[in-house]
């Protein structure tokens, strides 16, 4: 097992373009998180699935996002129509049922022109 | 969710200890205290968590006052490759880890 992938690790778009991410979790790990980091600023909770249920969301998640994790395994976070303060590191997260360590991917860095 | 305040910044001596706080007044009884570090262009890494007792493990220590108000994590001899930003955390029932600003931490030679 490779750890955390995500894809892709770069992302340029234009404004009002759609953009959507994968993340591939570590095998048998049921939690899935998403992230979003700005340039010196720590990790923001955006999202989480155990298993294929998204159970929390967090109000940074406006209706521009929308994450899904079919049969449980990976994950897409998409973000319509975005807009410059999209522009950021979104990292995904796994972790299993015990919740005890949390690995993460690289991230994908996403800038809007 | 519990807030965590680090400092912003702090150099360490290789070879020494780094000793690192973070206060977390409002953490509540469940919340796990985490410690995880991130280099430039990585993900975040996990270092350590506990709740109430002292934890230790083959990278680091982590101290956790009586009223669990604040805690430290010490990296008992810091290397040049420990140089990063560390992020202390809380993570209870709701299941989501709330990350700090994170200190960043220089090893000089």
């Known amino acids: 097992d490779t750890g955390v992938s995500q894809d892709p690790r770069h992302k340029i778009t234009k404004r009002g373009q759609n953009v959507t991410f994968r993340c591939d979790p570590i095998?048998?790990?049921?939690?899935l998180y998403w992230y979003r980091q700005t340039l010196g600023q720590g990790p923001e909770f955006l999202t989480y699935f155990q298993n294929e249920a998204q159970l929390e969301k967090s109000r940074l998640l406006s209706d521009r996002f929308s994450a899904e994790r079919p049969k449980g395994s990976f994950s897409t976070l998409e973000i319509q129509r975005t807009e410059q303060g999209d522009s950021a590191m979104y990292l995904c997260?796994?972790?299993?049922?015990?919740?005890?360590?949390?690995?993460f991917g690289q991230g994908t860095r996403l800038t809007v022109v | 969710d519990a807030k965590t305040t680090q400092p912003p910044s702090m150099d360490c001596a290789e070879g020494r200890a780094a000793n690192l706080p973070c206060n977390h007044s409002?953490?509540?009884?469940?919340?796990?205290v985490y410690w995880y570090r991130q280099i430039h262009s990585q993900g975040p890494q996990y270092i350590i968590h506990?709740?109430?007792n002292n934890e230790t493990n083959e990278m680091a220590s982590l101290i956790i006052t009586e009223d669990r108000k604040s805690s430290t994590l010490i990296l008992p001899h810091a290397t040049l490759r420990d140089t990063a930003v560390y992020y202390c955390g809380a993570q209870g029932g709701s299941e989501k880890l709330v990350f700090g600003k994170g200190t960043k931490l220089t090893v000089n030679p």
């Open positions: 409002t953490i509540s009884g469940n919340e796990y």
């Open positions: 506990g709740l109430k």
């Open positions: 997260a796994s972790a299993d049922i015990s919740n005890t360590e949390a690995f």
């Open positions: 095998s048998e790990h049921n939690r």
